[in-house]
């Protein structure tokens, strides 16, 4: 399993775009980069998964360069709502053996 | 959302004394996860099934143990509770596909053990 590194932290404003990137040096070919949202007191939720280039959702955008040995959640926008811990998680899917594993995490605190 | 229930939401018991925390599914996925969270730890993976009574360790397995009779069902026992095992516990289910890669969470247990 590919381990990941995040910022422990991170703060912004209402109304900016705020862009958490993940590295991830020892990503396999076959990996994907997804990642997962968590309020306080709930499950994590999913965001978004990409594995070249660039993905759009209707929530958040993932840049993720030729090397893919990073990548980097782009919120657009932020709202206080968007206060959260975020995840970035690398594996196989598709494959049995590579279990979901979470990291620590980046804690985004929105300032109004 | 998800059709994944779990059960209780809250649960004190003391040390020592057998626990078991219940998951329940009705999306047909063939993946179930019970993870831990402590603060300063993030999410830990305890156990996980990739189908009916195929079960595999994660990472900080000791002192639990799963069984999984039906696809719906993924059960989390603490034979003997210990107060390092206070924690809040989520169950994942997932079908792990290139075209179904999403993991869905429940709600969460929160477990004291006294």
């Known amino acids: 399993l590919a381990k990941t590194t995040q910022p422990i932290s991170m703060d912004s404003y209402e109304g900016q775009e705020v862009n958490i990137t993940c590295s991830h040096n020892n990503i396999a070919t076959n990996d994907y980069i997804t990642w997962y949202q968590q309020f306080p007191s709930q499950g994590p939720r999913f965001i978004i998964q990409g594995y070249k280039t660039k993905v759009t959702n209707e929530v958040a955008s993932l840049f993720i360069p030729a090397d893919r040995k990073s990548s980097t959640l782009s919120l657009p926008r932020v709202s206080l709502s968007d206060t959260a811990v975020y995840y970035c998680?690398?594996?196989?899917?598709?494959?049995?053996?590579?279990?979901?594993?979470f990291g620590k995490g980046t804690r985004l605190h929105i300032l109004p | 959302d998800a059709g994944i229930t779990q059960s209780p939401r809250h649960k004190v018991t003391e040390t020592g004394t057998p626990v078991t925390l219940r998951c329940h599914q009705t999306?047909?996925?063939?993946?179930m996860y019970w993870y831990r969270q402590d603060p300063g730890h993030g999410l830990r993976l305890i156990h996980y099934?990739?189908?009916?009574?195929?079960?595999d360790k994660g990472e900080v397995s000791d002192g639990y143990s799963v069984s999984r009779s039906k696809t719906e069902d993924f059960l989390l026992t603490l034979e003997s509770a210990t107060s390092s095992q206070t924690s809040v516990y989520f169950c994942a289910i997932s079908d792990l596909d290139r075209d179904n890669t999403e993991a869905f969470f429940g709600q969460g247990t929160r477990l004291t053990v006294v």
């Open positions: 099934s990739y189908g009916v009574k195929d079960t």
């Open positions: 998680l690398v594996g196989d899917i598709g494959n049995r053996d590579d279990k979901i594993i």
């Open positions: 999306e047909n996925h063939r993946y």
